[in-house]
């Protein structure tokens, strides 16, 4: 008897506990109702790197006559106000760099009071003032650039300028796939059929906004039936050119020191002078070209004379090279800043401006080349390549130039193939889509 009653009531232990552990989930399920769970964050939208979903962006620009203190008065600060923000933002962006033109928005809460105003230096670059503090916080900022990979090809029939621009690429790809190839084409003797095929990244703002061509990441001219490869490898973290061989396509003269204008001269012992009336030696090539047209050194030197001719060369500059090669530019309107004698320059630097000063019948460069002191032909001057890809580095350069050519070909079908090891936000851009 003792025995069954020992069990009933360790039976009824048991199940009291267990009574009381389902009551107890029950009591934990009701103290979390399902409508206090947290709602997920609304995603906010941001204009220069701040959240404007309650503010309102306004977006003005610079007029004639405007400075940053009239800008300020006309927003409503006070002069003692404007002197404050002025003081903390010159060092960010001196009041004399504003340009009539240029952008700056203001941000304003539901009072229409000011709470930021964005000042822009370049199409990248703002300054933001902070006025939300009792304190004047001023800082940059940067839009984020985002580059998409484009191609083009095309075959020339009149000019390569005309060419690039029928292929739907802007008009400034001609300029780039001109500095790339300055060592191997002379682009003033394109002839018709000559081809191209290449690939570029153009940099965006706001994914929609163009704001110039990053680089060009490869390409292949076909000039006069020979085919002219420019594969971008680096090397000792400079970054060139080479063809297909693991050759730099820099070399130390560029073919030309303008830019697509025509030659109106050339080189000639024996030519007749509009001005003088009879023949004489043209030891230069004319291009012709409006004033103004920047003039670029072919190679690097030092100036060694900057004088003006009256009778003869007009506005003038020579550039010794090494110990056997000088250049020299006539008929300049003007020199650029800085170009004195004895001022070391670099390829490609402008160093002066096209103009029609001294014996000349119109706007033009006349352009010489002198080696040891003799004159030769600029257009026939031959030059010696600088460093190739060294050895140890060829087998990474084979794998750039497979690549390079698989893009091309690819991109040629009209198919989409992304290189390996491409930056986040870099795309390929089918020419097909």
Known sequence: MCKTKGKRTIHSIIYLFLIMTIVSCGLKKEEQPVDQVEPEEKDCVYEYGICVDSLEVIHYEIGQGQYLASILGNLGFTPAEGGKIIEAISPFYPPSRLQVGNSYATITGPGQDVRYMVFEKSRTDYTVVDLTADTIKVYEYIKPVTL?????????????????????????????????????????DVKKDDSFRLMYDVAYIDDTTMIGISSIEGAVFTHQGKSYYAIPFQQDSVREFFDEEGNSLRKAFL????DFIRITSKFSNSRYHPILKRHRPHHGVDYAAPVGTPVKTIGDGMVVEKGFQGGGAGNFLKIKHNSSYTTTYMHLSRFAKGIEKGRHVKQGEVIAYVGSTG?????????????????????????????????????????????????????????????EQAPDSLTLKSPHS
């Open 255 to 258: 073919k030309a020191p303008l």
């Open 359 to 419: 014996l000349s019948t119109g706007p033009h460069l006349d352009f010489r080349v002198h080696k040891n002191n003799q004159p030769i032909n600029p257009v026939t001057i031959e030059s010696p390549p600088c460093e190739p890809v060294r050895s140890e580095w060829m087998d990474s350069f084979r794998v750039v130039q497979e690549r390079m050519l698989l893009q091309l070909d690819s991109l040629q079908m009209g198919q989409l193939i992304v290189a």
């Open 148 to 188: 998409k990979r484009e191609y083009a090809e095309g075959t020339i029939n009149s000019c390569m300028w005309n060419a690039i621009i029928e292929t739907g690429a802007p008009a400034m790809l001609a300029l780039k796939l001109s500095d790339v190839y300055a060592w191997q084409i002379d682009f003033f």
